[in-house]
């Protein structure tokens, strides 16, 4: 591990714009997403934070919606391995905007590319969670 940067209190622009990022696209704090590695990998969370949140999510090539879209679609692609990525990402989708229908309309695509099966392994878990927003809306 490097001590030029602190895996528990990171001081460093890259990370604490990727954390206010992290909290504004996700709806949580970027504390809560590291917490879940500080046992094992403190490192991996920190350079998902940095990289991720505070490079790469701060392009302006795509807008949030798009550049969610796309990562539903490519967790899609991975088949069942993606299903963590999509109920992750799905939330994060619809805070940006996308719509039940963009994000039924994504996965379908998806078909056509990946195959017919991780897009129906896809389209499940976008229901279930997609359910579950609904139900913990009401």
Do not use: C
């Not at 940067?5 to 504390?31: C, H, K, M, Y």
């Not at 490192?43 to 807008?63: A, N, S």
């Not at 499940?124 to 359910?131: D, K």
């Amino acid at each position: 591990m490097s001590d030029s940067i602190s895996t528990t209190s990171p001081s460093n622009d890259r990370f604490r714009e990727g954390s206010e990022r992290f909290a504004a696209v996700t709806g949580f704090p970027a504390q809560a997403f590291l917490d879940n590695f500080k046992n094992s990998s403190p490192d991996i969370g920190r350079y998902v934070v940095e990289w991720v949140f505070g490079d790469v999510y701060g392009r302006d090539d795509l807008d949030l919606k798009t550049r969610e879209l796309v990562i539903i679609a490519a967790g899609a692609a991975l088949g069942t391995t993606g299903i963590d990525v999509l109920k992750f990402h799905i939330p994060t989708a619809i805070r940006a905007g996308a719509t039940r229908e963009e994000v039924f309309g994504t996965l379908i695509q998806v078909a056509i590319v990946a195959g017919v099966p991780g897009a129906l392994a896809a389209i499940t878990a976008a229901g279930q969670v997609l359910s579950g927003m609904d139900g913990a809306a009401a």
